[in-house]
């Protein structure tokens, strides 16, 4: 490949055609290299000018990071997830003391569990029955189907407005005037 391919100016060049024409593959292949490079440059800057910008005014928004901003947009409905949604994990265990401390039995063992046995009781007594466990899968199952199905039943909204106003025609002008009043002749 020679040196003079790194440096050409596509405007200087005319007719692409023309200019490959009797150049050998190489040369060829090494231009065509040379113009990914430059496209890969152009793509990095301009990336990297929108980056700057988006963080500006995410920034201006109140937002922290671009993380934090895409969450909110997704709360909002205005983007929708790329995660998938995850399965609640079942309760494994509820206290008998108060029904809304449960634990999945992953992870550290919760504070009021921890406490209850060392008051001398023994795990089995929180454990959640297997029809208990069931019924909640079962349940969260139905409520994924709806949803589904909600989803799929959503109208499209309609990007009309409301009420159409009657398209007004433009006034005549002297030019328009003059066409209209002259009859129009067939042709012979």
Known sequence: MSKNTATIDIEQIGDIKTYLQGRSTEEIEGIINNLHLALDEKKRENVREIYEKLVTDISALGYETIHDFISAAENYGIIKSNRAPRRPIP??????????????????????????????????????????????????????????????????????????????????????????????????
């Open 91 to 188: 309760i494994r265990y509820r206290s008998n003391v108060n029904p809304e401390d449960t634990w999945t039995g992953r992870g550290k063992q919760p504070k009021w569990l921890q406490a209850l046995i060392q008051q001398g009781h023994k795990i089995e007594e929180f454990e959640v029955s297997q029809e208990e466990i069931e019924a909640a899968e079962r349940a969260y199952a139905d409520q994924e189907e709806k949803d589904t199905k909600q989803v799929a039943k959503k109208p499209k909204t309609s990007k009309k407005p409301a009420t159409e106003q009657p398209k007004e025609e433009p006034a005549p002008t002297e030019e328009t005037a003059s066409v209209e009043a002259e009859p129009s002749e067939p042709n012979a």
